[in-house]
């Protein structure tokens, strides 16, 4: 068997920046364990298997890093709806549907950005062992919040975002599986335009650092939402390849914009 298989890099505009994501278009449905080996063998952050989806016009889509399924992926979305268009799957003023693990979400192309619909993940603050505070590198943070999967901690300074080195052994010792570690944006970055910077780990779900997550903004939108009283944002993900994310929030969802281009086509086979 023979599959188109992609690798787009995501939320960036520059080749080998952003989050590469590979994504796989499907023509029949296919194991689990075959997306996850396939998953294992790319060994990106995120591979996407888009599927059309009989007698309707959506389409299925799942993500798997190279260890587990996951419930919800921001990058690989955004890849999959690129590939999607320039592949003529999709005309390029057609919203796309996706049913996923975390229902509907939705797809549209504005002039060569992509725009996703997504939940808005909240989060409550929450007492925090001193194991957090190693596993982060010693830095004390200003909040510690958790969402359904991760923590969200808020540090006093961009330069604690930027120069924190995590222990990920002890991140796979504490609740959750990731860790947002966010901060506002300062100096050089609040000069840019960004409102605040984050980054994100992922250990136990095979990925130290994650270079640019969606999902992990779905809860930083409305974070920063309460704290800056407002409800658009332009936001930085200050891993080493770097990422840049338009975030607004309307009610209970958060509309992601970013760019992507794609860096490899092919195929798969297995």
């Known amino acids: 068997m023979k599959l188109p298989i992609f690798t787009v890099d995501a939320f960036t505009n520059?080749?080998?920046?952003?989050?590469?994501?590979?994504?796989?278009?499907?023509?029949?449905?296919?194991?689990?364990?075959?997306?996850?080996?396939?998953a294992f063998e790319l060994n990106l952050?995120?591979?996407?298997?888009?599927?059309?989806?009989?007698?309707?016009?959506?389409?299925?889509?799942?993500?798997?890093?190279p260890v587990s399924e996951v419930?919800?992926?921001?990058?690989?979305?955004?890849?999959s709806s690129h590939i999607m268009w320039q592949e003529g799957i999709c005309k390029?003023?057609?919203?796309?549907h996706f049913n996923t693990r975390s229902g509907?979400?939705?797809?549209?192309?504005?002039?060569?950005?992509?725009?996703?619909?997504?939940?808005?993940?909240?989060?409550k603050q929450i007492k925090y062992s001193p194991e957090l505070i190693e596993a982060i590198g010693g830095v004390k943070p200003k909040?510690?919040?958790?969402?359904?999967?991760?923590?969200?901690?808020?540090?006093?300074?961009?330069?604690?975002?930027?120069n924190l080195k995590p222990n990920y052994d002890l991140m796979l010792k504490l609740p959750g599986w990731g860790t947002i570690i966010?901060?506002?944006?300062?100096?050089?970055?609040?000069?840019?335009?960004?409102?605040?910077?984050?980054?994100?780990f992922a250990p136990e779900k095979g990925i130290q650092e994650d270079p640019v997550t969606g999902s992990a903004h779905c809860a930083l939108a409305p974070y920063w939402q309460q704290k800056l009283e407002?409800?658009?944002?332009?936001?930085?993900?200050?891993?080493?390849?770097?990422?840049?994310?338009?975030?607004?929030?309307?009610g209970d969802r958060v509309y992601l914009t970013g760019e992507a281009l794609t860096i490899i086509k092919g195929e798969i086979e297995v």
């Open 14 to 38: 520059e080749p080998f920046k952003g989050n590469p994501a590979a994504i796989c278009i499907l023509n029949e449905d296919i194991p689990t364990s075959l997306m996850q080996n396939i």
């Open 143 to 162: 909040y510690v919040g958790m969402t359904k999967w991760n923590y969200i901690i808020e540090l006093d300074r961009e330069a604690d975002v930027l």
């Open 92 to 96: 390029i003023d057609e919203t796309i």
């Open 104 to 123: 509907l979400l939705k797809s549209k192309n504005n002039n060569g950005k992509i725009t996703l619909d997504f939940p808005a993940i909240a989060q």
């Open 182 to 200: 966010t901060s506002k944006a300062e100096g050089e970055y609040s000069k840019q335009g960004y409102d605040f910077i984050s980054r994100f």
């Open 71 to 79: 419930d919800l992926c921001g990058h690989a979305t955004l890849a």
């Open 45 to 65: 952050a995120e591979t996407a298997f888009v599927l059309k989806e009989k007698d309707s016009e959506s389409f299925s889509l799942r993500w798997m890093t």
């Open 230 to 250: 407002k409800n658009t944002f332009k936001a930085y993900q200050a891993s080493e390849r770097g990422g840049t994310l338009e975030l607004e929030i309307k």
